[in-house]
């Protein structure tokens, strides 16, 4: 077909049809209402920031913005992720203490053909403010696992999922017990990411390239292997004989997480001292969940990062959230049109009667979604066709004999029956079939 | 508070507090429930489209599009509307019958001085394929103001509403009457759309610069008055003096919008000439909404656009629809915390217990909205203020005694009542209290 406009989206956008969008819809619902149930409020921030409120926040990945053209005025930049928008916000309106939920996109000029998206949907909760130790914390891992919990629960294709929990401070406890160079520590960090994807040898090799010792490597190396095999509890007791300050009060509070949770009933979690995280603000603890079931990375992850807020201005608030991959999610699921409800098709009588079934469809949408059947001179067949294409559960017919007698007669799609109904029965019948 | 970065929002766009994106998400559910009411699904398109879709679409507003930089890559620019990326999206999947709703943010570098936004939310809904002359022009016209209606019942400052309607044939019709020269007639007709806003002298004086004769600019003033002053049916009647072909057709299915918008009881409307929207690319009806009782420009329009499509492709389908200004809409409404529902906090005595009220909050979580009071060491009157702040309904306090007994105390915040219940009866009492 000739095209006067080239037709595609941008490379690493698409357009969400709407099977996909509904059921996108349904996973933001999932997350909006446990978020709600946790008291969280909703925000809105612009989809573009100044860029000078970016561009020194995400490390490497700053290269990863995409920015607006200069074309007078403010110098702007799409916004990366959600987080950085909420610590201005909050620091803007100098608000100590929310538990705030933001659905919304963030862009990444990533690699498309590593599969990468370079607009995606982020859901996002996060609790600010001072609290004893471990109870946010707590409480955003056990939200995340419940929305985790739901989501196996409606989707099957996923057998179930787990959480991978690590803390900042014991990493950056290990690098200084290693006493590997300030400057190096988010680089070696980067590569301990790694070590489930790579090889023990290849690990290795990476550690060697970026200057630590044989016996450094072995440490960490050593210290990696146990915590692939052991339990939490083994972990932590592992930990103490580092006698590092920062691994000592990381510790700590570990093992009241590790209380928390069993009294919030999560148990699909490990910690795990190979998680590191990509971005550099997180202060804390940091976590990351994915399925189990599917071959996919983690479609989950957050943590605590106190220090956000005080980078950007001289406000200051102590942070704890996590962020949901809903694109993310989207992307393995099967396309359905299950969460597309279309309860009833007007149908024609050969086009017959158009103002008696304008009514008609009028009459029912009071209660139902209902659309009259479009055009004129069409079969039954069609119209079975086209409701059937179009999700539709019931044709309700009219005709020239139905109006004389004061009847309907309703077609039910899934179990093919036909019925003829009075007129003044109908709300009985729709309710009596539709259920609600 | 000194500052290191720019805690501002960039110029013409603006962050939304939990109480403006409550309100805001109340408004694009009551738009989401009647689109669905009717049958339209929802899809997404990107926020960013190829620059050369865009970039012919808009006429003189072109200007006002939004680029990406280039940083290699795709050329890009953000939506400036929802209209063309859904003509785009059905003519890339050869989708000749849809009727879809997208509510999404678009983006004008327009000026911010003069209230205008650079970022907002408009909530679309669109029908396309074949039917009987009027047949979905009706129905968009009475979606749009079953929405209003709702708004208007929902929002007491918003005393009604009322829509004007015109038809492009009728406008481009005048203009052949008149003989106006092709490429004028589009700048005549937007003199024609600031016949409300300028005095007779003003609008003859802009008549006459852009080369109207004294005779053109009388049988413009004439009719236009008389469109003011009568009845829908007289200006149709009126029409039919010009004896035009375009001007005939279009009121030949006037008379059937008529018939029809009374069918679907939609009453608060008028035919007016001199309405003539601004986009280029309308071809048959169209049509804009505004709000009586409170002082501010039109909230929603739209019209039947069946050339668009074939503009950007040799796919073809004829197209109405049209789009609510969310976000003009949210700009004038009182701030209000009425759509943030928390049901419940979980007070605590003096920050003890604290592991049983972690247990005592997540047992609400199951049905209600609930939250357990952050930090510890706080009394009473500050929980009740904590509570009070953040529009919860109650308090549920435990305390040693109460976990003792196996009772809780709850504090209804309306009414100020303290009850001392079993704990047992918990849900039973939540129940009636919260009525779910």
């Known amino acids: 077909m000739g095209q006067k406009n080239n037709l ?13 969008a509904s059921v996108k819809a349904r996973l933001e619902e999932i997350c909006e209402k446990i978020y709600k149930k946790h008291c969280a409020v909703k925000i809105e921030t612009p989809t573009f920031e100044l ?7 995400y490390g490497e990945d700053t290269k990863l913005i995409f920015n607006l053209e200069d074309q ?35 862009f990444r000029r990533d690699n498309p053909s590593k599969g990468r998206l370079r607009e995606f949907t982020q859901a996002d909760f996060d609790i600010t403010g001072n609290n004893l130790p471990m109870v946010y914390d707590s ?17 099957p294709i ?14 950056m ?67 103490t004989e580092f006698k590092n300050t920062k691994i000592t009060e ?5 093992k009241l ?43 989950c992850g957050g943590g605590r990062y106190d220090e956000l807020c005080r980078s950007i201005s001289t406000f200051q608030t102590p942070c704890v959230g996590f962020s949901i991959g809903v694109s993310r999610i989207l992307n393995v699921l099967p396309i359905t049109s299950n969460f597309i409800v279309k309860d009833c098709l007007v149908g024609s009588a050969y086009g017959k009667l158009l103002e008696e079934r304008m009514l008609l469809t009028s009459k029912i949408q009071e209660k139902y979604n209902c659309e009259m059947m479009p055009g004129d001179n069409l079969n039954y067949k069609n119209q079975i066709k086209y409701a059937e294409k179009n999700n539709f559960k019931l044709i309700i017919f009219t005709g020239e004999k139905e109006l004389e007698n004061k009847t309907l007669q309703i077609y039910n799609l899934k179990t093919n029956d036909k019925k003829v109904i009075n007129e003044c029965d109908l709300f009985k019948e729709l309710k009596n079939i539709l259920q609600y």
Not at 190 to 206: F, G, I
Not at 273 to 296: H, K, N, Q, W
């Open 173 to 239: 406890g290990i690098m200084e017990y290693l006493e590997v160079e300030e400057d190096m520590q988010m680089s070696i960090c980067s590569t301990v990411d790694k070590y489930e994807k790579l090889s023990s040898y290849e690990l290795r090799k990476e550690f060697e390239l970026k200057g630590l010792s044989k016996s450094q490597i072995d440490t960490l190396q050593d210290l990696f292997d146990f915590s692939n095999k052991n339990s939490n509890e083994n972990i932590l007791e592992k930990l």
């Open 72 to 106: 007078g005025g403010d110098i702007c930049s799409l916004r990366y992720d959600l987080t950085v928008p909420f610590s201005r916000f909050i620091s803007k309106n100098l608000i100590s203490r929310i538990r705030r939920y933001q659905i919304g996109n963030v």
């Open 257 to 299: 997480l590790l209380r928390y949770l069993k009294i919030y009933k999560v148990t699909n979690f490990k910690i795990d001292l190979t998680l590191a995280r990509g971005l550099s603000y997180y202060t804390g603890i940091i976590f990351e969940g994915s399925f189990t079931g599917v071959e996919m990375g983690s479609i």
């Open 158 to 171: 996923f057998e179930s999922f787990k959480l991978k929990i690590n803390d900042r401070r014991i990493l």
């Open 51 to 57: 860029r000078e409120n970016l561009d020194d926040k």
């Open 139 to 155: 409480e955003c891992i056990k939200i995340c696992s419940e929305i985790l919990t739901k989501i196996v629960k409606e989707f």
């Open 8 to 20: 595609r989206t941008p490379k690493g956008t698409y357009d969400l049809t709407p099977e996909v």
């Open 250 to 254: 990381a510790v700590e509070e570990m």
